[in-house]
């Protein structure tokens, strides 16, 4: 028998979003647990994403006047996921997805609101809907962690403005009207006051919004159950007891220990995005090595898991979910990647080429097919080089990358070699090493069309998704305008993961399976360590943090069961 000195009846490894969850829950359930994170941080990736949350048919799309059904969220599944595996993990995010999310609201800090309009990814799909699907976290004010928001991961500093100043997506269209609109600016005005006000008193603005809010909010509900987090923390393997996993092996700066875990394990280590040898085995050679993840996600949860006799669901449409991400060195000289998601490529006035000067892509498309066109094209050379071009008009409006809009002083972004500008297109093309008369001969062809809001040759804007991503204002088509104000930008993008789909197989309980199907007693994932539910499809915004929240919910739920 182990010593039982250092016990408690649930042990999370990891504490990102689908970890915070599972530890959360099992407290509001009367169980004592510990969580292990190996870096010094809460929130994991999740601290630095958009915090989206998909769950279909939940009660508050309801409350805010939105249809769907469980019958519509199954059909357009069926048209986005239409592999049969993990139809029975499917079936139980469905069934209990709307359900979790009410649990959480009664039980923890955690609270989510509707985005009334944002569409799924297919809109043309069947059982599509254009909004309420993606739930958001409420605000959240971080100074109510008191001495503990040292320990929230920061937001990426590219996602803030003025050196910490979080924007809720609602205040971004009053802070590009500044000056122009009385509302607009008495609003921006009220923001940085605010955001001068916190700097007096923390290094970062508290107000939080997106991944941050939900991370700092699961925290919180830890924090608010005397949940016993180790930073600093490696688990070097689980306990076995005859076939059951009853524990874990830690090591920190204080000595290596074991713990007894009474009830279970539940493994939320992030994935694997930065294990050079895991992305060798499963991403195609194209892909590169380029996460737009947190630094931890390095394979821990399925080295412990496979150690013990667990499988790995392999059987994926695609290894990961990709976004396209440009790069860059900061001030302090650490590396920058900048996924561009939502913030650039589906504006008016900007396009996509490869080292060939051709457009091979529609722009709009979800930031996961991009990337897969991305791949696509890039089969034919595999050391193809992938550029967004722009001009003076569009950078100076909507920024481009990491590049805000507005932006003056252009000069450090040139000088770094990071964003590429010329006083003609001939130029730039040179300076890429593009033949002229190729990029020339695209441009020429997209503008001729852009003029009167046309894409013939991909037909960007001709979605609800691709407009919702637009500019609204902008007419006759929200995507598209032609780029012809010099002098002309370029910034090379890469292929790069948000997150794994390869995981670790588990059953409808979150339970991880062995090869033969049976569940290891006692060791649970969910989040990036569990094998994607939706095979590596990308069905819409919010379908890793959903089922992340949902399993992570079901995995507590079934550690407390007697």
């Given at each position: ?526 989040g990036n360590d569990m094998g994607s539910i939706m095979n590596g499809n990308y069905p819409g915004p919010g379908i890793t ?18």
């Amino acid at each position: 028998m182990m010593p039982t000195s250092d016990a408690y009846d649930v042990v999370v490894i990891g504490a990102g979003a689908g970890g915070m969850t599972a530890a959360a829950v099992a407290a509001a359930e009367g169980l004592s647990v510990l969580v292990v994170e190996k870096t010094e941080f809460v929130g994991g990736t999740t601290s630095w994403s958009g915090g989206m949350v998909w769950i279909p048919a939940n009660a508050k799309m309801k409350q805010a006047g939105l249809d769907d059904s469980r019958s519509a969220a199954e059909n357009y599944l069926a048209a986005t996921v239409p592999e049969n595996d993990n139809a029975e993990l499917r079936d139980a995010f469905l069934s209990r997805g709307p359900g979790a999310v009410e649990y959480l609201e009664a039980n923890t800090e955690v609270r989510l609101q509707p985005v009334k309009t944002y569409p799924d990814y297919y809109p043309e799909k069947p059982g599509a809907t254009a909004g309420g699907r993606v739930l958001e976290p409420v605000t959240f004010d971080g100074a109510r962690l008191g001495v503990n928001f040292r320990r929230l991961r920061p937001p990426l500093p590219e996602f803030t403005i003025f050196g910490g100043m979080m924007v809720n997506r609602l205040d971004i269209p009053h802070l590009r009207k500044f000056g122009r609109s009385f509302r607009s600016t008495l609003r921006a005005m009220h923001l940085v006051l605010q955001y001068a006000l916190q700097r007096l008193r923390s290094p970062r603005g508290t107000t939080l919004h997106l991944g941050n809010a939900l991370a700092a909010r699961l925290y919180a509900s830890l924090l608010a159950r005397n949940v016993k987090i180790l930073f600093g923390t490696r688990v070097e393997g689980l306990l076995i007891e005859g076939s059951a996993v009853k524990g874990v092996s830690i090591a920190n700066s204080s000595g290596t220990r074991s713990v007894v875990a009474r009830n279970g394990v539940v493994l939320a280590t992030g994935g694997f995005s930065h294990d050079a040898s895991f992305r060798k085995r499963f991403f195609p050679s194209g892909a590169g090595f380029v996460s737009a993840t947190a630094p931890a996600g390095t394979g821990d949860g399925l080295r412990l898991a496979t150690a013990v006799g667990a499988s790995i669901a392999t059987h994926v449409a695609k290894p990961a979910y990709w976004v396209p991400a440009s790069l860059f060195r900061r001030s302090d000289g650490s590396r920058g990647v900048f996924p561009h998601t939502v913030t650039d490529r589906a504006k008016p006035g900007v396009i996509a080429v490869n080292s060939l000067g051709k457009r091979f892509v529609n722009e709009a498309l979800s930031y996961h097919e991009f990337v897969l066109a991305m791949l696509r094209d890039g089969n034919d050379a595999p050391n193809r080089s992938f550029y967004l071009i722009c001009d003076r008009r569009f950078l100076w409006t909507y920024g481009l990358g990491r590049i805000q809009p507005f932006t003056v002083y252009l000069k450090p972004f040139v000088k770094s070699g990071e964003l590429i500008e010329a006083l003609s297109i001939d130029e730039l093309a040179a300076r890429l090493g593009i033949e002229k008369s190729a990029l020339s001969a695209t441009l020429d062809d997209y503008n001729a069309h852009a003029r009167m809001g046309r894409d013939p040759e991909f037909g960007r804007g001709t979605t609800m998704y691709q407009r919702h991503l637009g500019d609204a204002d902008h007419a006759p088509n929200p995507c598209v305008a032609p780029i012809e104000q010099a002098p002309f930008y370029a910034l090379r993008i890469y292929p790069a993961d948000l997150g794994t789909a390869i995981g670790l197989r588990t059953d409808r309980d979150a339970r991880v399976l062995r090869e033969d199907g049976t569940a290891i007693s006692g060791l649970y994932a969910c989040g990036n360590d569990m094998g994607s539910i939706m095979n590596g499809n990308y069905p819409g915004p919010g379908i890793t943090l959903g089922p992340a929240l949902t399993f992570g919910y079901i995995a507590g739920r079934h550690l407390a069961k007697p």
